[in-house]
């Protein structure tokens, strides 16, 4: 069973540079520039992506460029993308490249649509290049690139099963474990088969620390630090956990060029499952490897919740299912047991439930902040004994009971919310 949670951790905690779903469409693209095997600039680039692909990659900022979305990612993707990178594949960029990218999308040579009868991670990327045409299709998850053409000939992956545009990848599953399996895993495994999982410490950390430091997003961390300053806002740990979240998410979605421990595919995830803990772990002065083993649960609890909610859903898994696995954990830290991380996670869907999901962007920073401190409070509400119960909305008698309700109301309740804020979001151009 340890080798099931190990292999889970480490395909799923994985750096990335940038927003995953702009740099997913950048890896797609490079991978098909990759095919042409040739120099100099292309002609076209097309995207045709799932609407959530689309969604969260609309408003971003892109590392280093100043610019935002899906395009200027894609023009870069052809100049010094390279594939075996993975989500680091724009990691390589200068003002040189910045420069031809931008002029690229001016003269029009980037395309990018949606295609709204797709539901799951899809991205279809065509590079045009003279007479020769590249295509490179990802599915099922950021990186799971599926199938790759020459001149419609097959370089790699099978053509007929992609273009159902229903490809899942055969990834490991804990969909069906329990919150107990869990918590066994991260209190018996060994320290040393999760040390990877503080690298995400240092990268999440550093981001953080150029959101305070410098002007980018909406600088929502440097403005809660000003008003602890001023007296608005008390020096508490809640507080903490909200300045360093959402200041790691300034930077990210501001565009400043650092990378970023993910979690369950999104870098924003990421912060959350990690700032809110590290937070909670410095106020009580514990050993390392209790950090260790307490990021181990934050990231399983985010991708088990992901797991049951869709990759790419409705509703913000930053608030819900980063900010429960943040909550977990940040109990677990507290010395709460299993009742009372089951509690803690209650309390964060109960809360955080409602909110949805309308894009990576600046704004981002501002729901990262609610749910860090949310984490946090809801650890401090369980280890006190308080939680929501079955009379609560959608909460259930067991808290896998709950997360399997979030994933009902997330996949058929919630089907036109991502078609009704694409609308509203395109009206806004």
């Known amino acids: 069973m340890q080798t099931l949670h190990l292999s889970v951790l480490r395909k799923q905690v994985k750096p990335a540079f940038g927003c995953t779903e702009p740099v997913a469409c950048a890896l797609a693209v490079a991978r098909a520039r990759q095919a042409l095997a040739t120099s100099g600039p292309v002609d076209h680039i097309k995207i045709v992506c799932s609407p959530g692909i689309y969604k969260n990659g609309f408003g971003v900022g892109i590392p280093g460029t100043g610019e935002r979305g899906i395009p200027i990612a894609a023009a870069l993707a052809t100049l010094v993308g390279d594939p075996d990178q993975g989500l680091e594949v724009l990691s390589a960029i200068d003002s040189t490249v910045v420069g031809q990218a931008k002029e690229m999308v001016k003269q029009g040579k980037v395309n990018v649509t949606f295609d709204p009868d797709v539901s799951t991670i899809f991205i279809e990327a065509t590079v045009t290049q003279g007479t020769d045409v590249a295509r490179a299709i990802i599915s099922g998850s950021h990186t799971n690139i599926v199938y790759v053409e020459k001149n419609n000939e097959p370089i790699y992956g099978n053509p007929k099963r992609t273009l159902?545009?229903?490809?899942?990848?055969?990834?490991?599953?804990?969909?069906?474990?329990?919150?107990?399996?869990?918590?066994?895993?991260?209190?018996?495994?060994?320290?040393?088969?999760?040390?990877?999982?503080?690298?995400?410490?240092?990268?999440?950390?550093?981001?953080?620390?150029?959101?305070?430091?410098?002007?980018?997003?909406?600088?929502?961390?440097?403005?809660?630090?000003?008003?602890?300053?001023?007296?608005?806002?008390?020096?508490?740990?809640?507080?903490?956990?909200?300045?360093?979240?959402?200041?790691?998410?300034?930077?990210?979605?501001?565009?400043?060029?650092?990378?970023?421990?993910?979690?369950?595919?999104?870098?924003?995830?990421?912060?959350t499952a990690i700032i809110p803990v590290i937070i909670v772990w410095e106020q009580l002065q514990l050993p390392q490897e209790k950090l260790t083993r307490a990021l181990a649960l934050s990231h399983l609890v985010t991708i088990y919740?992901?797991?049951?909610?869709?990759?790419?859903?409705?509703?913000?898994?930053?608030?819900?299912?980063?900010?429960?696995?943040?909550?977990?954990?940040?109990?677990?830290?507290?010395?709460?047991?299993?009742?009372?991380?089951?509690?803690?996670?209650?309390?964060v869907i109960a809360s955080q439930a409602g909110v949805f999901c309308d894009g990576g962007k600046n704004g981002c920073a501002l729901k990262l902040s609610a749910a860090a401190a949310e984490a946090v409070l809801?650890?401090?509400?369980?280890?006190?004994?308080l939680s929501a119960d079955h009379f609560d909305g959608i909460i259930g008698k067991t808290v896998e009971q709950t997360i399997s309700n979030l994933g009902y109301v997330s996949t058929h309740g919630l089907t036109n919310t991502d078609a009704a804020i694409l609308t509203v979001m395109q009206k806004q151009v």
């Open 378 to 385: 809801a650890a401090h509400h369980a280890i006190r004994g």
């Open 164 to 271: 159902a545009k229903d490809y899942t990848s055969a990834a490991v599953s804990i969909s069906h474990l329990n919150i107990s399996h869990l918590v066994k895993f991260i209190e018996t495994v060994s320290a040393a088969e999760i040390e990877f999982l503080l690298e995400g410490v240092r990268m999440n950390q550093e981001a953080a620390e150029k959101g305070l430091i410098e002007s980018c997003g909406h600088g929502v961390g440097r403005t809660l630090r000003a008003m602890v300053e001023e007296g608005i806002l008390c020096d508490d740990i809640a507080t903490r956990a909200r300045i360093h979240t959402s200041a790691a998410a300034d930077a990210r979605m501001g565009g400043l060029p650092i990378p970023i421990m993910s979690s369950a595919g999104s870098g924003n995830h990421g912060i």
């Open 305 to 347: 919740i992901k797991e049951h909610t869709g990759t790419l859903s409705p509703i913000c898994g930053c608030s819900i299912a980063a900010g429960s696995g943040a909550g977990a954990a940040c109990t677990w830290l507290l010395g709460g047991d299993d009742t009372a991380i089951s509690r803690a996670i209650q309390n």
